[in-house]
Nanobody, 119 residues
Framework: VQLQASGGGLVQPGGSLRLSCAVS????????IGWYRQAPGKERDLVAS???????TYADSVKGRFTISRDNAKNTLYLQMNSLKPEDTAVYYC??????????????WGQGTLVTVSS
């Protein structure tokens, strides 16, 4: 299973970006899929997650500004980020957890995509 994240970049405060995470390979019984972020010198924190039923959860710091979604037909996860702030600057990682044939229950990470919010 591989996760390919994209969509990061440099944006001014108040701007928007949309991150994508394409999931390839066989994974079953997914019980978690979401986005984390890690700012320089800080721990990796959960930003948002979405269930199979498309129920969503968000960190308090991004509620009302970020929207997580998934396209099951394309095996792709998205994160729409609006009203970006300098404190949103971080490397963003997608993560999926489920059963991978031959590996059992596993967690897989994307390679990370850098979001920089600066004027």
């Amino acid at each position: 299973v591989q996760l390919q994240a994209s969509g990061g970049g440099l944006v001014q405060p108040g701007g928007s970006l949309r991150l994508s995470c394409a999931v390839s390979g066989s994974i079953f019984g997914i019980n978690f899929i979401g986005w984390y972020r890690q700012a320089p010198g800080k721990e990796r924190d959960l930003v948002a997650s979405i269930s199979t039923e498309k129920n969503t959860t968000y960190a308090d710091s991004v509620k009302g500004r970020f929207t997580i979604s998934r396209d099951n037909a394309k095996n792709t996860l998205y994160l729409q980020m609006n009203s970006l702030k300098p404190e949103d600057t971080a490397v963003y990682y997608c993560n999926v957890r489920g059963t991978i044939p031959g590996y059992g229950y596993s967690s897989r990470w994307g390679q990370g995509t850098l979001v920089t919010v600066s004027s």
